[in-house]
């Protein structure tokens, strides 16, 4: 269930799939003085996202959401023809949420036939979900630029649960120039744990038990951390022992890396990142929890 912030009652939703409607609604608010907000999402929004529309309206005077189910950033034996579709109900969810425009563009819109031009974060690209999704970064990073330029925000808002797409979105705005900040908002979890995602509607009931296994295993390593766990190989094992202690649960990863670069630790460090990816049934999950080091006594 979608609840509105306060004081959205009186703001008018525009919503188009055209980038000419984008760009003069943009600058006219531009030219009035105001901050642009740009929420990029492939829709079937839930309360994820609009906590980041949220912010976006706290942050920012003039709020853009796009959804666009990006093509380029699945495989071949992913997702992309059944997921979830629901333009009608995410433009209401937008207009209660208080959004000012809505973008929600054809796929020749955003892709000519002919493309030549991608945009690709070397590295980033390639480990952990870029090395079970090959090719997903470089349609992600392509995309985010291209919906960068025709919204021209001041600032783009995306969810924490993404961590690694977060991580590049931000280096590549810094190394391209690009004139926004990126802003990251913390991942929104169920009572019980379990990260809000627009594929949980394909959980099954005993999925969504058997799914909580992912943020308890993170959550386990936080504990194990803050209790003076150091030794990150154990530790990981610990979290892949709980994680596979239902048989419906196939791991692609479960590991610690440094929260700033992703990169594999050979012993704990200040600043570090539990990830992991698995799959529920036939439902491909992927979650995360930040993990510090206690300061010394
Ligand atoms: O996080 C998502 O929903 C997508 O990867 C994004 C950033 C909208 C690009 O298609």
Redesign the pocket.
Known sequence: MLTAPSGTKNRELRATDRIEVVRTAVSDARGRGLRIGCV???GALHAGHLSLITAAREETDFVVV?I?V?PT?FGPNEDFRQYPRTLNEDIEACRQAGVDLVFHPETGTIYGQDDRTFVEVAGLSDILEGEFRPGHFR??AT??TK?LNITSPDCAY??AK?YQ?QLL?RRMCRELHLPVEVCTKPTVREPDGLALSSRNRYLSDSERQVALLISQSLQLAKQLVSDGEHDIDSISNKMLHHLTSSPSVSVDYATIRNAETLEELSSACHSMVGLIAARVGKTRLIDNMLIDLPEPR
Do not use: A, K, Y
């Open positions: 990029p999402t492939m796009t666009f990006n950033q349609g992600v995309v985010v919906l995306f969810g993404d797409q979105i």
